[in-house]
């Protein structure tokens, strides 16, 4: 039916609403009259600027394909493009902008076609190129031993601790070509279960990956590998870091309630099992609890927010880091995440002012580093100050070089462009965060 068809305008409001935003609200964030948006949500102005999309999907807290699903040309039929995995998206809403210009429209229609066509969709070719080996494995099972790699309960854990140190050294086109190895070096340890908690931990790092490289279609895969291996091996807090995987790839996709719900469930099912030490339970509780908080800002239930990230800071605080613990933990861990929370609540002021008391030096790898000066950078972004979101950027780079090619980062890059008169460097670090220059 007509009415219910998915829309540019439909989409927007849709998710603007979820955030409890008026119109002047969004308007105002991303440096448009309200007239504009209510046009847009009505679909009387189409959308053809990149620029423009990408400003309103990071206001959004949406990704850039999430809204180029949506666009299509005033009469004309959707047109679908067939991913690689076989799957048809819908490419709707490409019709003419007033001011706009054919050569925006092919531009925008590339895009589309980059997004949905790609090998990885949702990747960059750079990122799809990153991601192949681990593709290979997961659909293919075309991954060895590493070579004068033990296959030994020493050499496995060895294996599990190395991969843990590249994420946190956000070594992440490191970590991409050596997981599939290390992955198949702990399927061949005997017996099963032995093997198991270790693959479930590696298939957990590897969810991580996938991500910071912005690839939701494997992380799905990775996660649901991670949770049924780590059920098999029966380590607790591998189960508790597999479910928080699990809950994330579907926030990824869209399934925001489902995703708070089984991040939460999964905080008291750990806390209450005693197989772990309670230092370690404390802790993956309030990692949990953290997810969650982010997730139901992500829906814009903000008392849900609020709440589940004070539990998640009651709980660190109970509960000090833990050298068992799968994932970074600890009071520092939530602060980060009460900033995101902040952040997708729209209350970029309250975000600067706690990520004041945050001291970056402090934060235990340069990976959370890195995540903190992008934060702060989205924040000032939203704040409407480029400039210090320019500086927040460049020390995430500083922190954590890989960091800057996530999707996020550059949606912030090409905003800035447009200020590159009063931002010396802009332009060189948009082509370094792998956007394209002209």
């Excluded at 099972?141 to 790699?149: E, L």
Aim: charged share 25%.
């Amino acid at each position: 039916m007509a009415g219910s068809e998915l829309t540019l305008g439909k989409t927007i409001a849709k998710a603007r609403r979820r955030k409890g935003w008026p119109q002047r609200d969004l308007a105002a964030m991303i440096g448009r009259s309200e007239s504009w948006v209510s046009q847009v949500e009505r679909d009387v102005i189409p959308v053809n600027s990149l620029d423009t999309l990408r400003q309103i999907s990071d206001v959004l807290g949406m990704s850039l394909a999430e809204l180029l699903a949506a666009v299509r040309p005033p009469g004309r039929s959707p047109v679908s493009a067939r991913c690689r995995s076989g799957s048809t998206r819908v490419v709707h809403n490409l019709g003419p902008e007033e001011g706009d210009d054919p050569v925006r429209r092919r531009e925008l229609l590339a895009a589309a076609a980059v997004v949905f066509a790609s090998p990885l969709a949702g990747a960059t070719p750079a990122e799809a190129s990153t991601l192949a080996p681990l593709e290979d494995l997961l659909l293919y099972g075309t991954a060895t031993v590493p070579k004068n790699s033990e296959v030994s309960p020493a050499g496995v854990a060895a294996a599990v601790k190395t991969s843990r140190q590249d994420f946190r050294a956000a070594r992440y086109d490191t970590l991409a070509r050596t997981l599939p190895g290390r992955i198949a070096q702990a399927q061949a340890l005997e017996p099963v279960e032995l093997s198991a908690t270790a693959v479930a931990d590696l298939y957990n790092i590897a969810t991580r990956l996938c991500i910071k490289l912005g690839e939701d279609g494997l992380m799905a895969i990775t996660s649901d590998r991670a949770l049924n291996s780590a059920r098999v091996g029966g380590d607790a807090l591998t189960i508790a870091e597999a479910h928080r995987m699990v809950s994330s790839a579907w926030r990824r996709q869209g399934h925001l309630a489902r995703a708070t719900d089984i991040a939460v469930r999964a905080a008291q099912d750990v806390r209450a099992d005693r197989r772990a030490p309670e230092a370690a339970r404390l802790s993956a509780n309030s990692s949990l609890l953290a997810t969650a908080a982010y997730t139901a800002a992500k829906m814009g239930d903000r008392p849900t927010a609020h709440a589940l990230i004070g539990e998640a800071a009651e709980a660190a605080k109970a509960g000090p880091t833990s050298p068992a613990a799968r994932t970074d933990t600890g009071t520092q861990q939530v602060l980060l995440h009460q900033l995101s929370v902040h952040y997708l609540l729209g209350d970029a002021g309250q975000a600067i002012d706690l990520a004041k008391t945050i001291d970056p030096a402090a934060l235990p790898t340069a990976e959370r580093q890195g995540r903190f000066f992008t934060d702060v950078a989205r924040c000032f972004d939203q704040w409407g100050k480029p400039e210090q979101c320019y500086r927040a950027l460049l020390a995430a780079e500083r922190a954590a070089p890989q960091e800057i090619r996530r999707g996020a980062i550059k949606n912030l890059a090409s905003g800035l462009l447009r200020h590159d008169r009063s931002l010396p460097g802009v332009r060189a670090f948009a082509g370094r965060a792998g956007v394209t220059v002209d």
